[in-house]
């Protein structure tokens, strides 16, 4: 019973995940230079806690803001040191062995250029790379790949083709793009579901719990309402759920990392995790967010490990829609902020660095008094990336990937 659990759950989360893939559209430029590159986008979508993931631990107003829910060097679970001011999750150490290694980066208190606090309309404009929400149907990674010079295409008839139910927005464009979901089982119904679980409370606890588990990846996939995650009170994380968790993450970046390590496959690739939305519970250091922290680390592990020898080309970007509070609310939780962080990783990448105009911490310094203030403009970061990596021109950036855009200049010296 324990493996059909979990292989249902895997299926129905990859479905939610939505892997998609743009047809491999070979920038000319890049490579007359020589090169092949690889760029994998991974959306977290519910606003992830910039402050939880990467933590400002030389800050002297770090711990006043987070009290004993602060990541230190020397807590409880201690923190990863960067360098002398920031500090990382202890829960993404093969993030950290990237970053040691110069293939992976940090910049800090960015985001994009929505201001207020609603999913919908965050990830919106993330996706779309407009800088107001509810105006495009298409978005700024297919404008990207409209703006290159196409060296070659496996389908020549220039049709779309997708097998996906949705294709996310970041992906959705004119330019062809192929999309990848395995085969989807039809779950239970929440009803079902409810009743089985009450009628194995009372005559298997382990089964119990391990429904219980299923249910909640279930439902992160379908909609990324992770308060389903928090742990209730009296009620533990369900036995495995973990490992579930890290597992599904990892098969989904994994298989991403497959098709574009392939001679004939495609370069460019994006795919979303939900529920990272931490209201209530979050748990930095051992519980809800940590969980996800951890499996992101390993998703990005597993990408590297089946890209083999193109890691060397490849830059993977872990971006969302904002951050959240920068103190803990009532519930332990934090709601939704501004500022956050982007990482980076890859063997393209000229990392070893965190990136940060750091706005500081005390009240004055905070976003309408309560948000890590958002100092880099995320649209910056992408532009760098595109057009050092994948040569696409500032005319194309400025036009038409991030319209709107002129006065946001691109990053330089991330590749």
């Known amino acids: 019973m324990k493996n059909f659990v ?21 920038p000319r430029l890049a490579r007359a230079e020589g090169r092949d590159p690889r760029m ?9 806690d910039g402050l939880a993931a990467v933590a400002p631990v030389g800050d002297p107003d770090w711990v006043k803001l987070r009290g004993d829910k602060a990541l230190l060097l020397d807590g409880k679970t201690p923190a990863l040191p960067l360098d002398d001011f920031f500090a990382l999750n202890p829960a993404m150490p093969n993030f950290h062995r990237m970053y040691k290694a110069g293939h992976a980066t940090v910049v800090h208190a960015s985001a994009t250029s929505y201001r207020e606090r609603s ?67 039809q779950p239970a119904s929440e009803d079902t579901m409810a009743r089985l679980i009450d009628l194995y409370h009372h005559t298997d606890l382990e089964l119990a719990r391990a429904l219980e588990g299923r249910r909640d990846l279930a ?6 309402d992770a308060t389903v995650m928090a742990p209730t009170e009296g009620r533990a994380i369900p036995q495995g759920f973990p490992a579930q968790v890290r597992a599904f993450f990892a098969d989904a970046a994994g298989t991403a990392a497959k098709f574009l390590a392939r001679e004939d496959g495609p370069r460019i690739g994006a795919l979303a995790f939900n529920g990272w939305d931490t209201h209530v519970d979050e748990g930095a250091d051992a519980g809800r967010l940590a969980t996800l922290l951890g499996a992101l680390d390993g998703a990005l592990a597993a990408a590297e490990k089946s890209m083999g020898d193109v890691w060397g080309e490849t830059i993977v970007t872990v971006v969302t829609e904002f951050g959240r509070t920068a103190r803990i609310n009532g519930t332990n939780g934090t709601d ?80």
């Not at 994998?40 to 992830?48: A, D, E, K, S, V």
């Not at 495009?136 to 008839?157: F, S």
């Not at 948000?371 to 040569?391: E, F, P």
């Not at 991030?402 to 990053?411: N, Q, R």
């Open 6 to 26: 979990h292989a249902s759950t895997r299926r129905e989360l990859l479905g939610g995940a939505g892997v998609l893939f743009a047809w491999p559209f070979l």
């Open 119 to 185: 999913h919908f309309d965050g990830q919106d404009v993330l996706e779309s790379g407009l800088p107001n929400p509810g105006r495009a149907d298409t978005g700024w990674l297919n404008r990207a790949l409209g703006g290159l010079e196409p060296e070659a295409r496996v389908r020549r008839d220039g049709r779309a083709f997708a097998v996906g139910p949705v294709t996310p927005l970041v992906v959705r464009g004119p330019t062809p793009v192929m999309s990848w979901t395995p085969t989807r089982i």
């Open 40 to 48: 994998l986008t991974i959306i977290l979508r519910g606003g992830l």
């Open 219 to 224: 439902t992160i996939a379908r909609g990324g």
């Open 336 to 415: 939704h902020g501004t500022g956050t962080v982007a990482l980076l990783a890859g063997g393209a990448l000229k990392g070893g660095r965190v990136i940060a105009d750091w706005p500081g911490l005390k009240l004055a310094n905070l976003y309408e008094g309560r948000d890590l203030a958002a100092t880099t403009d995320l649209r910056a970061v992408l532009k760098g990336l595109l057009k050092d990596h994948l040569r696409v021109t500032d005319q194309a950036l400025a036009a038409n990937v991030f319209p709107g855009s002129a006065d946001v200049k691109a990053m330089a010296g991330l590749v």
